[in-house]
């Protein structure tokens, strides 16, 4: 069974930062793809980022295009999305999720694992 733990999120005023990470075993770490979304209130689940492989490839939604920054921590087995430049926008429930494949992904429908999520709020 795969397990993923998100942390990191809470509360920060527009323009600062925050680091997000997930918790995943090593073996979905090197093998599957995976990435981050986000769902904020009233609004669909939207793609944030995804990376496969060593994470040299990268893959981020229009939105968060220069502002965040998708990676792999080996060292930690985690995930990590480094948040800068945040906006009143951003808020939202920001989710990890794998792939059974190791082929990237950007829509919800591929992505066979989900962590429980956590809460990003950026205050105006």
């Known amino acids: 069974q795969v397990q993923l733990v998100e942390s990191g999120g809470g509360l920060v005023q527009a323009g600062g930062s925050l680091r997000l990470s997930c918790t995943a075993s090593?073996?979905?770490?090197?093998?599957?793809?995976m990435g981050w979304f986000r769902q904020a209130p009233g609004k669909e689940r939207e793609f944030v980022a995804a990376?496969?492989?060593?994470?040299?490839?990268?893959y981020y939604g229009n939105s968060v295009k220069g502002r965040f920054t998708i990676s792999r921590d080996n060292a930690k087995n985690t995930l990590d999305l480094q948040m800068n430049s945040l906006k009143p926008e951003d808020t939202a429930v920001y989710y990890c999720?794998?792939?059974?494949?190791?082929?990237?992904?950007?829509?919800?429908?591929?992505?066979?694992?989900w962590g429980q999520g956590t809460q990003v709020t950026v205050s105006s």
């Open positions: 999720a794998a792939r059974a494949v190791r082929w990237v992904g950007t829509t919800i429908a591929e992505y066979d694992y």
């Open positions: 090593r073996r979905i770490l090197s093998n599957n793809a």
């Open positions: 990376l496969i492989g060593s994470g040299v490839d990268t």
